[in-house]
Each structure stands twice: as structure tokens, then as C-alpha cells.
């Protein structure tokens, strides 16, 4: 199967370029979008080519949830990760979060990133398809 491939969609350059790096030193793939339009293009593009998409939950335009809906509508089953500026208390407040919904908080370590992205990831094989390590 080999690495894994994660889309990272995040408007802000600085975000985007760490988690990129981040995920690469640890042997991920990575497909990077600084919007949602871009990301489903990539998606529509190869939709078996993502494992994961990581997005930030706000974005111009079209939020991280959307994103996530017509991620999922072109590849069903896909595994989202949310990254978020915002403490809980703020997204709870706003309705932007369900209990559950699988997050990070930015800022965040490399190391915490690639943790998160890994239980992502795993949680989403529940068909067997996972190898060892």
C-alpha cells in the first residue's frame, strides 16, 4: 500500500508549509491546497491518491466542514482531520464543532500533528487494509 497520503488544505502559508514538512520527515505523502475549491480538485482529480485530509475548520470561502462534506460525497469513508486557531470554548459557542469531531489545535508541534494524523488514519481502517508499521 505504501505511505500514506495526506491533503492538507489551510489558508495560511506558514501552517500549510509546517505540516507539510512535518508529515513528510515522518514518510507521508502530502498534497497541499490553500483553499477548499483547490482540495476538491485535487481530490476529483485522483480520489483513491488521499488517505487523510487535514483542513483547517476556518477558511475564506468554503469552511473546513464543507470541505469535508464534498470531500467524503467524492471519496466515501475518507478520514478528516481538523485544525483549529480557535479553543474549544470559541468553536463550541459558535456551533462549529460537534462532540467528537477529530481536532488539533493550532499552534501545534510536528510531532503532535503526525500523532494526530496517525490515529486518524487508523481509526479509519476498519477494513482490514492496515499493514504493521
Known amino acids: ?3 500514506h497520503t495526506v491533503l492538507v488544505a489551510e489558508d495560511e502559508d506558514l501552517v500549510r508549509s509546517l505540516a507539510e514538512r512535518a508529515l513528510r520527515r515522518q514518510g507521508f505523502q502530502v498534497r497541499t491546497a ?3 475549491e483547490e482540495a ?3 481530490l476529483q482529480a485522483d480520489p483513491e491518491g488521499v488517505d487523510l485530509l487535514l483542513t483547517d475548520l476556518v477558511m475564506p470561502g468554503m469552511s473546513g466542514r464543507q470541505l ?3 470531500a467524503i460525497d ?3 469513508g ?7 486557531g480557535y479553543s474549544s470554548e470559541v468553536v463550541d459557542r459558535h456551533g462549529v464543532i460537534t462532540e467528537g469531531l477529530p481536532l488539533i489545535l493550532k499552534p501545534f508541534t510536528p510531532a503532535a500533528l ?3 494524523v496517525r490515529q486518524a488514519l487508523q481509526g ?7 499493514e504493521g508499521d
Do not use: E, H, K
Open 124 to 130: 479509519s481502517d476498519g477494513d482490514g487494509a492496515a
Open 68 to 70: 469535508a462534506r464534498q
Open 34 to 36: 490553500s483553499n477548499g
Open 1 to 3: 500500500s505504501g505511505p
Open 78 to 84: 475518507l478520514p478528516v482531520l481538523y485544525m483549529t
Open 40 to 42: 476538491l480538485q485535487i
Open 74 to 76: 467524492i471519496r466515501p
Open 114 to 116: 503526525v500523532d494526530r
